[in-house]
């Protein structure tokens, strides 16, 4: 009987997988807990010469990916009965029943120069049956660890039926210094922390970067003229322009639309801030709102239809939701404390944002009119949600309490669990995660 594992999701957390007597085996998030699944994952094999080192390498990132979700369990090499010396060898099902292996993950490393080819095959231990036909990705030396990510993607995909989020990459301020003396550049790296690359120096503050919906280029807040003005940055070549922006004193919190054309952004005039839209050629620039009060922070819906943003027309920061051609907007936000810097989800079922109340700060997520909000974490300060390209994780910066105050990246999914911090090479704020990579 075929055991195909899917993951049925919504906001209330997870339940343990359970087998039903003439059913699929299922993983279901219902409830406030889970018993990870347990998956064996050998050393990859290596076909060619050259390839041995890799292939020990891409098996245990693409198993730290998948234990890193907190849904699956990896079983240790040393439980293991038998292994996988030969890509094509039949497997012996028994042998990885008995250490209670429910997904078994097989791989293969092949060398040609410089580029490599890795292939895996996913398979239902206690069915006895591959799940899906194996794959293959190709791509240079260099590029390894992306192609592992894929491969985690793939069985991630496989297992629980929702898209991966391993092949993405996260941009956001890195910072260095004391606090009275902070310098901020941009760095992009890994979803994991892996290959960091710098993007600015740190001359001038940066602030809010944000990515195209196809990752190639972001947009951010710079202090390099002394005053805040918006900027787009082409990743490949580091090149960056200043946006022809309307007259006024200040520029700031920029996002692009689901088109990559349309950005959206804060504009300050003689002490009143509203939102504005215009193509990122400069052209066709749109005036949003026009109230005596502080509207940032926008957010597309994924259709491009809607605008979620925070504005303290009520006499506190709040969040409102309101047509893209502007119009009157509707609060959405009515809990106690303040929130702000909402994020509307890729999957365009709930929106995250930033709420302060009794002097803690949380993440948390809400339905789109507002009902069932979640609050997901809690500390002295955490803020600035960004979502992962399936919508199911959350990544946010939290400072922490004293004189030193580094800020530092955490990861939490969206029922509460699995909260972790990122590894990055030294402070970092304002994170935003890439949509899957091409």
């Known amino acids: 009987m075929l055991r195909a594992m899917t993951l049925a999701l919504s906001l209330l957390g997870f339940a343990a997988p359970a087998m039903a007597q003439n059913g699929p085996l299922r993983i279901e998030i219902t409830e406030g807990v889970i018993e990870p699944l347990p998956f064996a994952i050998p050393d990859f094999v290596a076909e060619t010469g050259g390839a041995g080192p890799l292939a020990l390498e891409m098996a245990r990132v693409v198993a730290a990916d998948l234990q890193g979700t907190g849904l699956f369990r990896e ?64 791509g240079t030396a260099d590029g390894w660890r992306r192609m592992a990510h894929k491969v985690a993607d793939a069985v991630y995909s496989r297992i629980t039926g929702e898209g991966g989020y391993f092949d993405s990459r996260v941009v956001h301020v890195a910072e260095t210094g004391s606090k009275a003396d902070r310098k901020k550049r941009l760095a992009i790296m890994d979803y994991d922390g892996a290959n960091v690359q710098y993007l600015t120096d740190s001359n001038a503050i940066v602030l809010a970067p944000r990515f195209s919906p196809t990752g190639d280029r972001i947009l951010y807040t710079s202090y390099e003229s002394g005053f805040p003005r918006i900027y787009a940055l082409d990743v490949a070549s580091v090149g960056k322009r200043e946006l022809p922006i309307p007259q006024g004193d200040m520029a700031f919190a920029p996002r692009f639309g689901p088109d990559g054309r349309t950005v959206i952004f804060s504009l300050t005039n003689g002490g009143n801030t509203d939102l504005w839209r215009m193509d990122v050629t400069g052209a066709g620039a749109q005036r949003l709102t026009d109230a005596p009060s502080i509207e940032t922070a926008p957010s597309f819906s994924p259709d491009g239809s ?133």
């Open 306 to 438: 809607q605008i979620v943003f925070e504005s303290d027309r009520s006499g506190s920061q709040q969040l409102y939701v309101m047509p893209v051609g502007g119009g009157e907007p509707k609060r959405i936000s009515f809990g106690q404390g303040r929130y702000g810097t909402p994020v509307w989800s890729p999957r365009g079922d709930l929106i995250a944002f930033t709420k302060q109340n009794n002097a803690r700060f949380h993440i948390g997520v809400m339905r789109v009119d507002g009902s069932e909000e979640r609050l997901l974490t809690a500390s002295f300060l955490d803020e600035g949600p960004t979502w992962a390209p399936n919508g199911r994780v959350i990544m946010f910066a939290r400072e922490t309490q004293g004189a030193g105050g580094e800020s530092s990246l955490y990861s939490v999914d969206i029922s509460g669990r699995n909260l972790k911090r990122v590894p990055t090479t030294g402070g970092a704020s304002d994170p935003a995660w890439s949509p899957l990579q091409p």
């Open 75 to 138: 079983i240790p090499s040393s439980a293991f009965i038998s292994g996988i010396s030969s890509f094509g060898a039949p497997v012996q099902f028994a042998d990885w029943r008995a250490i209670n292996a429910q997904a078994l993950i097989s791989g293969a490393v092949s060398a040609n120069g410089k580029q490599i080819t890795v292939k895996f095959r996913l398979y239902d231990v206690f069915a006895g049956q591959e799940m899906g036909s194996g794959l293959q990705f190709q």
